[in-house]
T-cell receptor
Framework: DTEVTQTPKHLVMGMTNKKSLKCEQHMGHRAMYWYKQKAKKPPELMFVYSYEKLSINESVPSRFSPECPNSSLLNLHLHALQPEDSALYLC??????????????FGAGSRLTVL | GIQVEQSPPDLILQEGANSTLRCNFSDSVNNLQWFHQNPWGQLINLFYIPSGTKQNGRLSATTVATERYSLLYISSSQTTDSGVYFCAAEANAGNMLTFGGGTRLMVKP
């Protein structure tokens, strides 16, 4: 069982819908991440939150809106998506190693289909 | 940014065989992780190994930081080992983990 929980596991939405993906961890990690993964490709970083503040936004379109209500929760709000946004969305959290590197733990992912 | 390359891209094994997966990276790293992505998409952390050697059951990994590569060894492979293996590296001066392209492994019974 993963210690990072993502809901829903599957989501189908139309281009005019508004939906949200949710991620929760209770490991005390202070950094949380959203990655996007297309079929047969590696995960690509979208957003990083560090101590509940957005620290990295990898030039993601504004139709994706992240939110970090507290240190355990991370949301990704979706609005006016396009069919090409269909992908597996992965949430991760990280603990610092002794050298300060970010050791990531991933959730099981939310598979999004945009019709 | 750092470049991460994995080889081979695809690998087919008979159950019981051993294999070695390779990850090359272009810069000094303070973070090197190996992940296994199962057919349902779950990314499972196998090793955090910026240098040295670690073993966990049938899996072991070695990172030679001075030569900028890491190896993942799978011994006595099982069908449940099938999936995609990713390495990901974070440069000393960086703040994000960059993934390689993955090695897609199929273990046949």
């Amino acid at each position: 069982d993963t210690e990072v929980t993502q809901t829903p596991k599957h989501l189908v939405m139309g281009m005019t819908n508004k939906k949200s993906l949710k991620c929760e961890q209770h490991m005390g990690h202070r950094a949380m991440y959203w990655y996007k993964q297309k079929a047969k490709k590696p995960p690509e970083l979208m957003f990083v939150y560090s101590y509940e503040k957005l620290s990295i936004n990898e030039s993601v379109p504004s139709r994706f809106s992240p939110e970090c209500p507290n240190s355990s929760l991370l949301n990704l709000h979706l609005h006016a998506l396009q069919p090409e946004d269909s992908a597996l969305y992965l949430c991760a959290s990280s603990r610092p190693s002794r050298t300060g590197a970010n050791v990531l733990t991933f959730g099981a992912g939310s598979r999004l289909t945009v019709l | 940014g750092i470049q991460v390359e994995q080889s081979p891209p695809d690998l087919i094994l008979q159950e019981g065989a051993n294999s070695t997966l390779r990850c090359n990276f272009s810069d000094s790293v303070n973070n090197l992780q190996w992940f296994h992505q199962n057919p349902w998409g779950q990314l499972i952390n196998l090793f955090y190994i910026p240098s040295g050697t670690k073993q966990n059951g049938r899996l072991s990994a070695t990172t030679v930081a001075t030569e900028r590569y890491s190896l993942l060894y799978i011994s006595s492979s099982q069908t449940t080992d099938s999936g995609v293996y990713f390495c990901a590296a974070e440069a000393n001066a960086g703040n994000m983990l960059t993934f390689g392209g993955g090695t897609r492994l199929m273990v046949k019974p």
